[in-house]
Every structure is written in structure tokens, then in C-alpha cells.
């Protein structure tokens, strides 16, 4: 029998694992926190988590006059109004630490009755590969005694942990980075969030619902600077409307508590101070001491394993999906990753990874989703495609439920029509772009989009008319 041993449980490993024990192969799951790894247990089920609670603090507060609700209010007439709504962080956070350990139960549960072993503990490779094809992986559990085991093919799932600053070292109180905010009993009052990308913006959207005052320190020009400018435009708009302070072009040098607060330095001198800080300066991947040199296994500066399309390092018989090969930090990408790298191993019919077919989702209010091709892909000539953006104004069912911001905007090949890109900005975006990735990764036109019914009155509907002015479009060009 075929022999695996994946090392680390996170989406990649157990997604592997499930392929592989339903394949036939014997395998075992080495990991030491739990399966699930980060994106269970202090990633994506969390951060969304306490999301899905600011998602209803922000539906409220913006809402609830417009759409007629009517709330008692007790504060005196001559007194400032007290905020309606309230939150008790220390009971949603054990919300979420409750929902990551049952999930993080299920998939156990799910892997082992798959057939799969899963054993506790640190696996590192033992050097390069046995005159049988052959590899040792050493298991190092949590009393120090160690296990050897002999594999076929190794996966690599190991994930990664939270870049940090130096001088601005996270004490888990006052100054945090985003595995320690679920520790947290009460609401901060002030929080500095250092890093706009799509940890630092998440969290500060998140906080601000909840109703921290937040100042939310970017070193770009814009929050988001990887994601769609017009989408980015937005959220700004949004988070500047709603009270945020966004300080653009202002990278933070230091952070250090001085009592009761953090006090965080600017590259340019200045200082801000708040009663917490969040580091969301990005992440490093978990391949250090692992024996991947010894192993023949190449790993970039950047600490990331070199990976091809079918989930392949350089040394025969290893593979490794997710973090670790900075390919896409998204779940559903490492679980591809560690689900293609089984098939390719086991002699299955596999089809090499395809980064223009995934969707990605941006979990602010509101959301950003996003397929295919980009608008910097278009801008930079990378391909030639046709762009039509549509604000949500326009739209009926978008009036009814009281939302101001967002937009649908589809890039589609000029000629043929075929649909290669979108981008949505909207309240649960994230449901909204799944027909757009159906006719990317289907090459569907603009036609066949228009022609499809949607629902009166709906969100989706401006999908279908972003695909009928495109076709439009389309049509013109041809007479």
C-alpha cells in the first residue's frame, strides 16, 4: 500500500488527506495544534466569525433610521444619544473560539473516518530520498520522544504565523497580532490597526462596527493596495464616512505600551496613541527547521517552497500546498493544492492548478470579491478586455434594503465576449461572485450571462445588466 504522510493539518493537509485515504493510499496527518491549522483555529473561521457579529452591528447602525425601525432610548433628551446597540466581546470571542474547536473536531472526525491516522506532534524530513524512493519523516510529539515514519510522498501543509515588527513585539494585552484579539474580555476603546491589506482592513471594519474607535495606519496610498482600485475607493469612502481615521502613507516604525496605552511610531517622527494595537503586517511561512535543505527541497528568500502547477517542490516524491508556497493565501487555493497533489501522486486524472479561475472575497463592509482577470491586468495590457462597471444605486433591490456603496464590474474579451474577470463590491460579495466564476472557469459569454432570468428585484440582477451592456457593446462593435 501506498504510503503518505502529510505534515500539518491545515486546508491543504486535510483536503489531502481526504483524497488520499479515499484513493486507497495509507496516510497519516502530522500536526500540533489541531486540523484545520491557522485558517480553523486562529485565521478565517475567527476573523469571520467575529465578522459575521460586526456584519449586524454595521446593518443596524446604518439601517435601521432609513428603513424605519423605531428603538427605545432611555438616555435624557439634553444628553448626547448613547449608541443604541452594544456588544459584549468577551462572549462573542468565546463564540469564536467555541465554533473553531467544533469545527476543527469535524474535520478530525471527517479524516480519521476517511481512514486516515492523525498523530500529534512536529514532522521535519531526515534527509534525501532512499535508493527505494523512499522518505523518513521524524514526528517529534510534545514530551520530546520522537517516531520515524517511512513514506512514498510527503505534502508539506504547514502554514504560516504572523509577521512581526521588532520594535513593536506583540504582548498579547495591549499590543496584538490577529491569533491574540480572540483573548481579548472587553472592547478595545482606541485601536491602532498597523497594515492595510486584507488582514488590517477586515479587522478595523470589524472593530469600528463593534465600536472601537480606529485608526487604521497604511504605508500605501490607499487601503488595500493589492485589490481592484475602484473596489478599494470604496471601502475607504466607507470607513472615512463612518468615523475611521485612515492614515495613508505611514509606515509604523515601533510600538511600546506606556501604561494603559500604546504608543506607536511613525517612519516620519510622529506618534499615535491608542488603548490597543493590532500588527496585521502580513505572515511568514512555517518551513524553518524542517530539514527542507537536506531534503533537496528549494525554498525562496521569502522562506516560501517552490511549488509547480501540479503542487511539486524540487525533490522527487514532496510536495506542499498552501501558506508555505505563497501561491495564494486563500483556503480554498491550499486545498485545491493539497487535493491536486494526491491525485498527481496517485495516478489520478488531475488538471494543474489555474490561479485565473479562483474567486477571492475580502470579508469588509462591504465585501470585495473578486475572479479571473484584474483591472490592473487590463490597465497594464496583460490582456485585452472590455469593462463595464455598474454602481448598485442603479439598483432596485439595492434601494429597498437601504445600500449605497458598491458596484458590479465584469471584463469580458472584446469579439467573442467570453467573460474573463469580475469584481464585486457589495454586502455578502462573496455569494454574489459565484456566477461570474461559473462563466470564467466555463468561458461563458456576456450573451449567455444576459440571456440567463434572475430573480425581480435582486442583487444579482445587475449582474445580468453589466453582461447586457457589455453584449450591447459587443454588438455595436460588430455593425
Excluded at 469535524?106 to 506532534?121: E, P
Excluded at 480554498?332 to 493539497?338: E, F, K, T, Y
Amino acid at each position: 500500500m501506498t504510503r503518505i504522510v502529510i505534515i500539518g493539518g491545515g486546508p491543504g493537509g486535510y483536503e489531502a488527506a481526504l483524497v488520499g485515504a479515499q484513493l486507497g493510499a495509507e496516510v497519516t496527518v502530522v500536526d500540533c495544534d489541531g486540523l484545520g491549522g491557522a485558517s480553523v483555529l486562529t485565521d478565517c473561521v475567527p476573523s469571520k466569525t467575529l465578522i459575521a457579529t460586526a456584519e449586524v452591528m454595521t446593518t443596524f447602525d446604518s439601517s435601521y433610521e432609513e428603513l424605519g425601525i423605531i428603538v427605545a432610548d432611555d438616555t435624557a433628551p439634553n444628553e448626547k444619544a448613547a449608541r443604541v446597540v452594544g456588544v459584549d466581546l468577551g462572549k462573542v470571542n468565546r463564540r469564536v473560539k467555541r465554533l473553531a474547536l467544533a469545527q476543527s473536531h469535524d474535520i478530525t472526525a471527517s479524516v480519521t473516518r476517511a481512514g486516515a491516522r492523525v498523530l500529534r506532534g512536529r514532522g521535519r524530513l531526515d534527509g534525501r530520498q532512499a535508493m527505494d524512493g523512499s522518505r523518513q519523516v521524524i514526528v517529534t510529539a510534545a514530551d520530546g520522544t520522537e517516531e520515524a515514519l517511512t513514506a512514498d510522498a510527503v505534502l508539506i501543509a504547514t502554514g504560516g504565523h504572523p509577521r512581526e515588527i521588532p520594535d513593536a513585539q506583540p504582548d498579547g494585552e495591549r499590543i496584538l497580532n490577529w491569533t491574540q484579539v480572540y483573548d481579548l474580555d472587553e472592547l478595545p476603546e482606541e485601536l491602532i490597526v498597523v497594515g492595510s491589506g486584507v488582514t488590517g482592513a477586515e479587522f478595523a471594519g470589524a472593530y469600528q462596527a463593534l465600536g472601537s474607535r480606529v485608526t487604521l495606519v497604511s504605508s500605501r496610498d490607499r487601503v488595500l493596495p493589492g485589490e481592484d482600485p475602484d473596489a478599494a475607493a470604496v471601502l475607504e469612502d466607507v470607513f472615512r464616512r463612518r468615523g475611521m481615521n485612515v492614515m495613508s502613507r505611514s509606515r509604523a516604525e515601533a510600538a511600546k505600551r506606556v501604561g494603559d496605552r500604546v504608543e506607536v511610531t511613525l517612519s516620519d517622527g510622529r506618534t499615535i496613541s491608542g488603548t490597543h494595537c493590532l500588527m496585521a503586517v502580513g505572515a511568514i511561512p512555517n518551513t524553518a527547521g524542517m530539514g527542507l535543505e537536506e531534503a533537496g527541497v528549494l525554498v525562496k528568500d521569502s522562506g516560501h517552497i517552490r511549488t509547480d502547477r501540479v503542487s511539486r517542490t524540487s525533490a522527487p516524491g514532496v510536495y506542499a500546498a498552501g501558506d508555505v508556497t505563497g501561491v495564494f493565501a486563500l483556503a480554498s487555493v491550499a486545498a485545491m493544492q493539497g487535493r491536486i497533489a494526491m491525485y498527481h501522486f496517485l495516478g489520478d486524472a488531475v488538471a494543474p492548478l489555474n490561479l485565473k479561475t479562483v474567486s477571492a472575497n475580502v470579508f469588509t463592509d462591504p465585501e470585495i470579491a473578486t475572479v479571473g482577470y484584474s483591472q490592473a491586468d487590463v490597465d497594464s495590457g496583460k490582456i485585452d478586455a472590455r469593462v463595464v462597471k455598474l454602481p448598485l444605486l442603479r439598483n432596485p433591490r439595492a434601494k429597498m434594503q437601504g445600500i449605497r456603496d458598491g458596484f458590479v464590474k465584469i471584463f469580458a474579451r472584446p469579439g467573442t465576449g467570453i467573460v474573463v474577470g469580475g469584481v464585486v463590491v457589495a454586502p455578502r460579495a462573496s455569494e454574489l461572485i459565484h456566477p461570474i466564476s461559473l462563466a470564467v472557469d466555463n468561458n461563458l459569454t456576456v450573451e449567455q450571462i444576459a440571456k440567463a432570468f434572475t430573480v425581480y428585484p435582486s442583487l444579482s440582477g445587475s449582474i445580468a445588466e453589466v453582461a447586457r451592456q457589455l453584449h450591447t457593446r459587443k454588438a455595436a462593435d460588430e455593425i
